[in-house]
Nanobody, 119 residues
Framework: QVQLVESGGGSVQAGGSLRLTCTAS????????MGWFRQAPGKEREKVAS????????YAAESVKGRFTISRDNAKNTLYLQMSMLNAEDTATYFC????????????WGQGTQVIVSS
């Protein structure tokens, strides 16, 4: 059974940094592409970043490019999102998700971790 558990959220002042972690279990981690999504109150969920199976290829949304970095450690079954220069618009619940076939279909989701950025 695929399980994804996020951690690392919290409250931070504008301009600060946080690192989110997603720990995966129940499948062969390095066989799935992974992604981070977020959903702010009253807004639709949006894709923040994604990463290939090997970690050599990644994508970041324009809204976070240059501030957020996605990475993975396949030896530890772990996905990361390093967030810096946070602003109030980054306030949201952040979810990690797994894409088994690397076709941008995320079939498995974590429960989310909340990030609050105060100005």
């Amino acid at each position: 059974q695929v399980q994804l558990v996020e951690s690392g959220g919290g409250s931070v002042q504008a301009g600060g940094s946080l690192r989110l972690t997603c720990t995966a279990s129940g499948y062969t981690y390095n066989m799935y592409c992974m992604g981070w999504f977020r959903q702010a109150p009253g807004k639709e969920r949006e894709k923040v970043a994604s990463i290939s199976r090997s970690g050599f290829t990644s994508y970041a949304a324009e809204s976070v490019k240059g501030r957020f970095t996605i990475s993975r450690d396949n030896a530890k079954n772990t996905l990361y999102l390093q967030m810096s220069m946070l602003n109030a618009e980054d306030t949201a619940t952040y979810f990690c998700a797994a894409d088994p076939s690397c076709v941008r279909q995320y079939n498995y989701w974590g429960q989310g971790t909340q990030v609050i950025v105060s100005s």
